[in-house]
């Protein structure tokens, strides 16, 4: 959780981490200074050549390795997590280790397949042969959040590697325990030196990162740091992709079983104790299932543990300052005419930064908690009229990440969300598709830029070359010199027979 930074007798800060759950310290490390992440994108620059001559096997082996050392170690790893973040062990297993395994063995396999020399045949320019090769970018610098510590900075790593870049990874300064522990996966899987560096910092060791050269930025976070590192990516000419928050919408449907719906709501609003990108942050449901979903989401809401040994549900808040906006939101929206069925205030099992589950009705979109991404445990409720209307408030948002919709008609599930601007949509389910691996994953509107996983996010780590191959290799191509009226003409004859006949255009 929280740090405090410190200038010791030798200038350099060092981040002071304590338990969010027991609010104790946990450890304490040296910031990287801007000079070393500098050296340290050198040192990576130096070392991808000989990275990306591995060849596809080659880096597999060391993912394969890694795979096989998470599974031996996942318990230690777990520890290292669960301290500085206050889960249970099972929303960590399930939300960090799971799909830390599922990308390293996924990419292992797939990435040769997805980024290997494509030969694309030619419509028109018949006497050449395309071939479409995936170049490695080179540097990649990896930012990263504290809510999924280990799994976001795992992720992209593990694409970036796998496309033959080096990577420098700044981890959250909020857990940098977490964060580091890709770093020592990858030495301990035997990763060649300098193939990825973890540099420890705040946003001052982020910005270093940015400026130092890099040929990519993948950052998570905030829309307020994305902005920042967006403009000054702009300015260095080089790209990045920018995953950034949410205000997701649940539409439930009229037709949607009650139950099921009440239980996915419950679990994407308070999953990672509402700290989750694609939390659940407004439900809209139809006016003639409302009562009967309030009810049970009431219920369930009521039935959640807070704990922070054993077996419990909802852990902390990871850092104070999701408290405090929590605090804001509930008490502006109380303020404005808004009840609290469930929860509703800060809760301390032990101590720690806790906050009760809550369920919040009569809402209404000028209140902050419907405008603002609040990223901790409320689930406010609107009742509407029929689907029109929750689809047109669910779009009345500056943000776009993902949405969630229930139904029990797969038609309209697909009509409705065709018709949500969302990065993308689970029906019948809460957010969940970063954990689909193959699913672009990405948001619309402020939630980001460009997309991470699957296909195309991993292409994203790449420039696409094409290499265009001549077959015949005559003396001469015909619009070489001599230009000439006759060429001219011919070439226009040309043009009139492909596109202006039936014959031509069905042949192109
Ligand atoms: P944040 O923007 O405060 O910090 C993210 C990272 O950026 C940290 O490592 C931080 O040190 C670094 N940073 C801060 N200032 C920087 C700067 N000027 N230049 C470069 N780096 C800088 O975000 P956070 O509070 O750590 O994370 C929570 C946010 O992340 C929420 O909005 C959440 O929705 C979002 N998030 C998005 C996704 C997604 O995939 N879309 C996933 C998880 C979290």
Not at 96 to 101: G, H, M
Not at 261 to 281: D, K, L, Y
Not at 301 to 330: C, N, S, Y
Not at 367 to 394: C, H, K, Q, S, Y
């Amino acid at each position: 959780m929280a740090i405090v930074q410190t200038v010791e007798g030798d200038g350099r800060r060092r981040l002071r981490v304590a338990s969010p759950a027991t609010e104790q310290p946990i450890g304490d490390l040296p910031v990287t200074t801007g000079d070393e992440v500098r050296a340290a994108v050198t040192r990576a620059r130096r070392a991808q050549p000989a990275w990306e001559a591995l060849g596809f096997q080659g880096r597999a082996a060391f993912m394969q390795k890694a795979l096989e050392l998470l599974i031996r170690r996942q318990e230690e790893m777990m520890d290292v997590i669960v301290r500085e973040t206050g889960r249970s062990r099972f929303e960590t297993v399930m939300m960090e280790i799971f799909p830390a395994c599922d990308s390293l063995g996924y990419y292992a396999k797939n990435a040769g397949r997805i980024l290997g020399d494509r030969k694309v045949p030619m419509h028109l320019l018949k006497t050449k042969k395309l071939l479409i090769t995936y170049r490695p970018l080179g540097v990649i610098g990896i930012i990263t959040p504290w809510n999924g510590p280990f799994i976001l900075s795992l992720n992209p790593s593990v694409q970036a590697l796998m496309a033959g870049n080096t990577v420098v990874l700044k981890p959250s300064e909020v857990t940098p325990f977490s964060g580091r522990l890709v770093g020592d996966l990858f030495r301990d899987a035997g990763l060649p030196p300098d193939v990825l560096t973890v540099v420890e910092g705040d946003g001052e060791t982020g910005a270093a990162l940015v400026e130092a050269g890099v040929d990519k930025i993948s950052f998570t976070g905030s829309v307020r740091t994305g902005r920042k590192v967006g403009e000054t990516c702009g300015r260095n000419l080089i790209p990045c992709t920018l995953e950034l928050g949410g205000k997701d919408p649940m539409v439930v449907c009229g037709d949607a079983d009650p139950s099921r719906a009440a239980r996915g709501a419950v679990f994407g609003a308070f999953m990672n104790a509402g700290q989750f990108c694609c939390s659940t942050e407004r439900v809209y449901v139809v006016d003639a299932i409302a009562d009967e979903f309030t009810r049970l989401v009431v219920e369930e809401t009521k039935a959640l543990k807070l704990g922070t040994v054993g077996e419990f549900d909802i852990g902390p808040m990871i850092w104070p300052k999701q408290l405090e906006t929590i605090e804001r939101h509930v008490a502006d929206a109380i303020a404005r005419g808004a009840r609290v069925l469930a929860g509703g205030k800060r809760a301390t099992p032990v101590g720690g930064l806790f906050y009760e589950p809550t369920v919040l009705v009569d809402v209404t979109h000028d209140m902050a908690v419907m405008r603002e991404e609040t990223f901790g445990p409320i689930l406010p409720i609107v009742r509407v009229r029929d689907e029109n209307e929750a689809i047109r408030l669910a779009n009345d948002t500056t943000y776009g990440l993902s949405s969630n919709l229930w139904t029990r008609d797969e038609d309209k599930a697909i009509r409705l969300s065709k018709q949500l601007c969302s990065g993308s949509v689970c029906v019948n389910d809460s957010s969940i598709t970063y954990g689909a691996i193959e699913a672009p994953f990405g948001g619309r509107r402020t939630s980001g830029v460009g997309q991470v996983n699957g296909e195309a996010g991993l292409r994203g780590y790449c420039f696409a070359q094409p290499i265009l191959l001549d077959r015949f290799q005559a003396k001469q191509e015909y619009v070489w010199y001599p230009y000439t009226a006759a060429k001219a003409k011919t070439l226009q004859r040309a043009m009139r027979w492909i596109w202006g006949t039936h014959l031509g255009r069905w042949l192109m």
